[in-house]
Structure formats: structure tokens, C-alpha cells
Nanobody
């Protein structure tokens, strides 16, 4: 019913930039918080950034000043602009969203399938 599709990952050189997108589709009434996480091989999945429905944002210290989260409510899409990328940013990047399928219904958490980002020369 609900699908989150991420895109924009790839191979980039150190110091480069990428912009990730995560589009939600399906029977969606509304979306509140939207987030980005990442998981490097052999490591836990780490929080990166969140943007609320009121467009307040918060970032992990590791990406503050380099990454910017934004959203387009008309498209049910969240973005992650990543600048000055470092090899340590290599990971699979995931989005998740809190959404309502109907008015007055419970808030449900959905995850995207992940997109690979590799930072290497």
C-alpha cells in the first residue's frame, strides 16, 4: 500500500556532493516526521537527520554543517543534500517516515529499501 523509493546514491570522490531523494507513494493521508539513517558494513544503523512537518530539523553531530535535509510535501518526498563527502560517509542510506493512512488513524513508521553511497578516489 505504501512504498518508499530512494534514489540518488552512487560513487563520488572525496569532497564531492550527492543529493538523495526518498519518495513516498500509496494511500497516504499525511506525513509527519521524515528521517535519514545510514548503515556501514558491519555497523549499526545510525540516525543522520530529521525534518518535522513544521520543517524543523535536527542533525547528528557527524553530519552537521555538511548535510542538509529538506522536504517537498506536495511530492511526499524528503531529500538529503550531502556536501564535502568523506570516505567515512560510505554506507547504505535509508529514509523513514511517520505517516497516517487515514484521518484519526495510528501513526505508522515506514522504511525505504536503501541506496548505496560510496565515497572513494
Amino acid at each position: 500500500q505504501v512504498q518508499l523509493v530512494e534514489s540518488g546514491g552512487g560513487l563520488v570522490q572525496p569532497g564531492g556532493s550527492l543529493r538523495l531523494s526518498c519518495a513516498a507513494s500509496g494511500s497516504i493521508f499525511s506525513i509527519s516526521a521524515m528521517r535519514w539513517y545510514r548503515q556501514a558494513p558491519g555497523k549499526q544503523r545510525d540516525f543522520l537527520a530529521v525534518i518535522t512537518s513544521g520543517t524543523s530539523t535536527n542533525y547528528a553531530d557527524s553530519v552537521k554543517g555538511r548535510f542538509t535535509i529538506s522536504r517537498d510535501n506536495a511530492k511526499n518526498t524528503v531529500y538529503l543534500q550531502m556536501n564535502n563527502l568523506e570516505p567515512e560517509d560510505t554506507a547504505v542510506y535509508y529514509c523513514n517516515v511517520d505517516l497516517l493512512l487515514r484521518a484519526g488513524g495510528p501513526t505508522r513508521l515506514y522504511w525505504g529499501q536503501g541506496t548505496q553511497v560510496t565515497v572513494s578516489s
